[in-house]
Nanobody
Framework: QVQVVESGGGLVQAGGSLRLSCTAS????????WGWSRQAPGKEREVIIC????????YYADSVKGRFTISRDNAKNTVYLQMNSLKPEDTAMYSCAAAAGTAFRCIGYFENPVTNWGQGTQVTVSS
């Protein structure tokens, strides 16, 4: 089973940037899609962005469109979430997940309630 560890969270002022990392172990030779989600206290988990197996970002939540990007380094088994122009409403626990599959549209993998999200890294944006 794929295990992921997220890092890079912290406290940042509104308008600032952060880059989160997600390092995976237990990957096989299968193609993987990658996704990031977030969960704020008292709110449901929100899938915010995902990349399909071929490296295309095929889903952005409206809340992050134009500000967040996802990228990967296959040699390091690591996926990144670059977050720019951060807002206080971006404050949440951010988690990543991997899903084996070759669907062009990746969102289906990560809206699955049994998706194995990592423990997450906390991002706090001050106003």
């Amino acid at each position: 089973q794929v295990q992921v560890v997220e890092s890079g969270g912290g406290l940042v002022q509104a308008g600032g940037s952060l880059r989160l990392s997600c390092t995976a172990s237990g990957l096989t030779a299968a193609p993987y899609a990658w996704g990031w989600s977030r969960q704020a206290p008292g709110k449901e988990r929100e899938v915010i962005i995902c990349m399909n197996w071929n490296g295309f970002t095929t889903y952005y939540a409206d809340s992050v469109k134009g500000r967040f990007t996802i990228s990967r380094d296959n040699a390091k088994n690591t996926v990144y979430l670059q977050m720019n122009s951060l807002k206080p409403e971006d404050t949440a626990m951010y988690s990543c997940a991997a899903a084996a599959g070759t669907a062009f549209r990746c969102i289906g993998y990560f809206e699955n309630p049994v998706t194995n999200w990592g423990q997450g890294t906390q991002v706090t944006v001050s106003s």
